[in-house]
């Protein structure tokens, strides 16, 4: 063997021990023909993705502003607002230079110039308007208090209210929030809900028993909830407090929808639920059909 053919001996020698020594990798299993790749997760909103997020910290620093805390210091703003103080701080000053909020030096307040942010969004749905008169003569009529509230997550929001009397011991105005679980106007939004749509916003409710008639479960809820969307109204008979009992219908647009409840309350001392039930509901439902009759004219 010359020299030359021993070199090319040498050469494919190596290359069958490399083959022999390199690993085998085992081969992917294809992927089966009918297996679908994993859906995304959603993208958390942030900062400059449709997101402003000095504005929601904004919102969640006037949010902190309430009944139990009218007026706060700095130190107490950041802690219920999660923001370092110099975070608050900021907001707080910015609130101030627009008018939004009054401080003392120590304490902050908001002015009634917050006002003007609630009442834009009255004044931009034109069922109000439409409502109080007829919600005034209905509570002339049964000499009751009168009001109609929206859904806003689990809560009830009284945007319209004629009272005749004190009827809770908290007083209730424009902007007052109640549990939607326990109350007829909650449970009558609820119903314009499929099951289980109202069984996640009953279940995220922090629910508990606030008299000895109150409903906690959530598939009892669900079930009086059931009920109302069956009849068309719906009454609950002391389950916010003792000796208050309320009747709901729910006021439609012109698509069906269930755009607000309105509702009469009273006291069981001058008015028996089933009395309410007997000599008020009809002219419960005649106001709130006239009061829809109304929206869909306008919406035409």
Request: aromatic content about 4%; charged content about 20%.
């Amino acid at each position: 063997m010359d020299e030359t053919q021993t070199q090319l001996f040498d050469i494919r020698t190596q290359v069958r021990i490399m083959n022999f020594k390199r690993p085998k990798l085992p081969m992917a299993s294809p992927r089966p023909p009918t297996a679908k790749r994993r859906a995304e997760p959603p993208l958390t909103p942030s900062p400059g993705d449709s997101y402003v997020q000095s504005f929601a910290r904004g919102l969640k620093v006037i949010g902190c502003f309430c009944a139990e805390a009218p007026a706060q210091t700095l130190t107490e703003v950041a802690v219920r607002s999660g923001l370092s103080r110099a975070g608050a701080r900021r907001i707080l000053l910015t609130l101030q230079t627009l008018g939004y909020v009054h401080s003392d030096g120590r304490l902050f307040r908001l002015t009634p110039r917050m006002l003007d942010l609630g009442f834009a969004y009255l004044s931009s749905m034109p069922i109000w308007n439409l409502a109080e008169p007829a919600m005034q003569a209905l509570a002339a009529r049964v000499g009751e208090s009168c009001s109609a509230a929206v859904l806003e997550g689990s809560d009830i929001v009284y945007v319209m209210r004629v009272p005749t009397h004190k009827i809770l011991s908290i007083g209730l105005g424009v902007g007052s929030r109640l549990p939607a679980y326990c109350t007829s106007l909650g449970r009558m939004l609820l119903a314009d809900l499929d099951d289980e749509h109202a069984l996640e916003v009953i279940a995220s409710s922090p629910r508990r028993a606030l008299t000895r008639h109150t409903l906690t479960e959530p598939e009892e809820v669900l079930a009086r909830v059931r009920l109302a969307r069956r009849q068309g109204w719906c009454l609950v008979n002391q389950e916010l407090e003792e000796g208050l009992v309320s009747l709901a219908a729910p006021l439609r647009d012109r698509s069906g929808r269930a755009v607000a409840a309105l509702n009469i309350s009273g006291q069981v001392n001058r008015t028996s639920a089933r009395q309410m039930q007997e000599s008020m509901l009809p002219e419960l439902r005649q106001t709130a059909a006239t009061i829809s009759a109304l929206l869909s004219a306008k919406q035409a």
